[in-house]
């Protein structure tokens, strides 16, 4: 999930842009996919996003580091972004499938899944699903459940507020309008600049179907992996946003206890610090990715 507010403040700079593109999934519908390749023979990490963000906004930030040793794959989720439309329902187990399918298409056996906040339920419906697909899984800024909160639900308010004010503004003329996605625009801007990439953003999460997003978050809070989770058997790295006001620390935590060997790799940031506190998210995320992946016995052509 991205903070609305923080993300509008942000100025994300020394950005290696990640490239975009659309990919039919045979017999799902069509899904759209950030890809940066990686050193040959690399491992393969499939990274899903948070609510109302896409594969690009959620992960742009991480992309060209990991892709120094890994071969990197964002999808956007049904409903979010450019992907799918969303049916009568919003289904975690239909994205968990779509990540797999995609793994199909491009070829990729096996890979290492990393999800963040609504990322988190889908990563661990993959391996839960598709068990003989996944390597190992980092889970970042999430949880076993969401148990609807105080907090929670006034995040998840605000959240949707700001998703549909994007859009309104979008509805008047003049200087308030952002400009519009236009229908090849598939990608990151060429430049490193600060001010297209904040607009860009915001195009990005003018692209939400708030309806969607809400079905999404009646979904998150049906799900829990209570029974089940503490039968993970491949390696796990669950990274802690540790100033989170949405998903406590404390509920990180007893995510990553609950499974058997998983490490615990903490960021002082808050629930958007995969783009608002890049700076200290993004070294750690690949610290875990490296954990997980040694672990596993893949190699990592980059790695120190």
């Known amino acids: 999930m991205i903070d609305l507010v923080g993300l509008a403040a ?35 990490v499939m990274l899903i996003h948070g609510l109302v963000a896409s594969g690009g906004l959620n992960w742009f930030p991480a992309m060209g580091q990991l892709a120094e040793e890994f071969h990197v794959v964002a999808i956007d989720l049904r409903g979010h972004g450019r992907s799918m439309r969303v049916g009568a329902e919003f289904r975690l187990a239909d994205c968990a499938d779509d990540v797999v399918a995609l793994a199909d298409v491009l070829g990729v056996d096996r890979f290492i899944v990393a999800g963040y906040s609504l990322g988190g339920p889908v990563a661990q419906l993959v391996w839960h699903r598709h068990r003989d697909r996944v390597a190992g899984l980092v889970l970042c800024a999430t949880s076993r459940n969401f148990g609807g909160t105080a907090p929670e639900r006034l995040f998840f308010t605000s959240l949707l507020g700001g998703v549909l004010g994007v859009q309104l503004v979008n509805r ?81 935590i007893k995510l990553a206890r609950a499974i058997p060997g998983a490490t615990l790799h903490p960021v002082p940031a808050g629930h958007a610090a995969c783009v608002v506190g890049a700076r200290r998210f993004v070294p750690v995320l690949v610290e875990a990715v490296r954990s997980v992946a040694a672990r596993a016995g893949l190699d990592a052509p980059g790695a120190e």
């Not at 842009?17 to 390749?37: A, H, M, N, Q, Y």
């Not at 997003?213 to 390696?235: C, I, N, Q, T, Y």
């Open 10 to 44: 942000s100025r994300p700079s020394d950005v290696d842009l990640p490239r975009g593109r659309p990919v039919d999934l045979p017999g799902r519908g069509t899904s759209f996919v950030w890809e940066k390749e990686g050193p040959p023979g690399a491992p393969t």
């Open 172 to 252: 008047l003329p003049g200087p308030w309008r952002t400009r519009p996605a236009e229908a090849d625009d598939h990608n990151l801007p060429e430049e490193d600049s600060d001010p297209l990439i904040s607009r860009w953003a915001i195009d990005e999460l003018r692209r939400t179907d708030v309806l969607a997003a809400l079905k999404a978050m009646a979904a998150m809070g049906r799900f829990s992996s209570h029974e089940w989770v503490g039968s993970m058997d491949v390696p796990v790295a669950v990274v802690i946003t540790t100033r989170d006001h949405l998903v406590s620390s404390s509920r990180q």
